[in-house]
């Protein structure tokens, strides 16, 4: 293996790891779902194109540069290296992402309904993934796609893609997205459950969730989106 391999051991390892947790999760079948990880200037870390990510080994990794071009590695990068380019141009604050298919965020992905994602119902979703919306449908592996998501990039931090699956970045490491990824398919798991039961859901009050943005100020979490874009936590949910 190069350079790259052995300058980022520890961050191909958390890496690999976080495919395999993925895997366990059940968040990916098949080749479905990818990762990138931005480790320094113009260095990006990304999973190869077909291949479980359960299977993936540190030898099968790709590095890439901002121009997508192949810097390190012997496999492909994914196909969806387009999606992935777009993202940390139009969100350079952002380090690392991932697109999965968690089942219960997959089966809002599908619902004619309105988007229940983009309404306030835990504390820790509200203010460690915030609202979700979804990106129109397009072809995988397409410029389309990658572009679908540009009306929304600069404002939130996780998108549904219609019928498809999940897409999560954050500005921390591939571990605290795919935290990111695990808190909101809990949330959704609930609030699927207590749809089913055929009861009224209960979301947080508009004052419910500008206190919570006290919170946010207390941990030290910005806010969602590009720096400035958003004002307020109650603003982008109300």
């Known amino acids: 293996m190069g350079s790259y391999f052995k300058e980022f051991k520890k961050e191909t390892d958390l890496f690999v790891k976080v495919c395999q947790r993925l895997a366990d999760n059940k968040f990916v079948t098949s080749s479905g779902g990818n990762l990138a990880w931005e480790l320094d200037k113009d260095i990006i870390l990304i999973t190869p194109t077909q291949i479980f990510k359960g299977d993936i080994k540190t030898k099968d990794l790709v590095f890439i540069n901002r121009k997508g071009e192949t810097i390190e590695g012997k496999r492909k990068p994914t196909g969806e290296k387009p999606m992935y380019l777009k993202f940390f141009e139009e969100r350079p604050d952002i380090q690392s992402v991932i697109h999965c298919h968690p089942p219960c965020v997959c089966a809002t992905a599908i619902l ?39 009306p929304f990039l600069k404002k939130y931090n996780s998108f549904i893609m219609e019928n498809h699956g999940l897409v999560t970045m954050t500005r921390g490491d591939i571990y605290l997205t795919l935290s990111t990824v695990e808190l909101l398919e809990a949330s959704a798991d609930s609030i699927l459950r207590a749809l089913a039961s055929g009861e009224e859901l209960q979301e947080l009050s508009k004052n419910a969730v500008k206190n919570l943005g006290n919170v946010m100020k207390t941990r030290n979490l910005p806010l969602f989106g590009i720096e400035g874009e958003n004002k307020s936590l109650e603003e982008l949910y109300f």
């Open 112 to 150: 004619k309904t309105k988007n229940i994602l983009m309404k306030p119902f835990f504390p820790e979703t509200t203010i460690e993934v915030g609202p979700v919306p979804v990106v129109p449908y397009a072809e995988p592996l397409t410029q389309k796609l990658a572009n679908n998501f540009s």
